[in-house]
Each structure stands twice: as C-alpha cells, then as structure tokens.
C-alpha cells in the first residue's frame, strides 16, 4: 500500500508540479486545474494558473462563488477531478509509467488536514488518534487511472 503522497510517491498528490493543459489554459499543478475549475470566468481561470504553488491555487479556490457555475460542483467535483488526472497521467508519458509502476498496490491519499473526501485522514480524526477516517475518492480515481492505462498498453 501507498499511503502517503510524499517523496517518491509525491508525483500522486495534486500539489505536485508538474504542467497540464486543461480547457485550453496551462496550469503548473492538477491542483492549479481543478482550482480552476471552480470560476465560471476564464480570467479568473488564468488568475489562478498565474498562483505561485498549488496551495495557493486551492487558497483561492475556497473563495469561489460556485453560484456563478452552470453546474452543480458538489455533483461535478468527482469527475472534473477523474478528467484532470486523465490528463496529467496521460498513456506514453513519464507520470503514466510511473503511475502503471505502483503495480498493484492500494493508493491512499493519507493526510492530517482532515480531507476525508479526496483522502483518508490518519491521526486526528473524530475517532480517535490511531484511527483512519476517510472516502479516498482521489487515490481510487488513480487506481482507475492505472487500471485504464494497463488496459491501453
């Protein structure tokens, strides 16, 4: 099991940097992107690719006015993320091999800042210091993104 985005597995996370194109905009981070696509705006979009580090990007997306959207984020979130990943582990590039070589293995995007929709949060949780709470919605997106690419190849 991969349990945390760090290190050598830091390519997994979303802070990583590492350009995608996304609607026509190039974004240095998948985190970048999906900021992004928050704003209905495109300046606002290029505001956003135009922020220093990703956590910059996620920054400004939490003062979204997701009413300007033509869409319902808390329905779209999921598969904005899935078509951003597509797009970073694209098949033939350097992320998509290594991506294909995690093998097997579960991806779990394990933190302590308490995202228990993209990851699973160790520590300190409402169950308790040892426990781990969490739906891992983007570590079984990259799942489904190796088992696409496996299936590609």
Not at 102 to 115: F, Q
Request: charged share 25%.
């Amino acid at each position: 099991m991969i349990d945390l985005f760090e290190g050598a597995n830091r390519f997994l996370s979303n802070f990583h940097e590492h350009p995608i194109t996304y609607n026509g905009v190039i974004y240095p981070s998948s985190e970048h992107a999906y900021q992004a696509a928050k704003f209905a705006d495109v300046s606002d979009r290029q505001h956003v690719a135009a922020m220093p580090t990703p956590n910059d990007s996620k920054e400004m997306g939490r003062k979204a006015d997701l009413s300007k959207l033509s869409f319902h984020w808390d329905t779209e979130k999921y598969g904005i993320m899935r078509e951003i990943l597509s797009i970073k582990f694209e098949l033939g590039t350097e992320l998509a091999s290594r991506l294909m070589d995690t093998g097997d293995h579960a991806l779990v995007e394990g933190n302590y800042w308490h995202d228990t929709y993209w990851g699973v949060c160790y520590g300190k949780c409402r169950r308790g210091p040892h426990s781990a709470d969490g739906t891992n919605h983007l570590g079984v997106l990259l799942m489904c993104q190796r088992e696409e690419l496996f299936s590609l190849r």
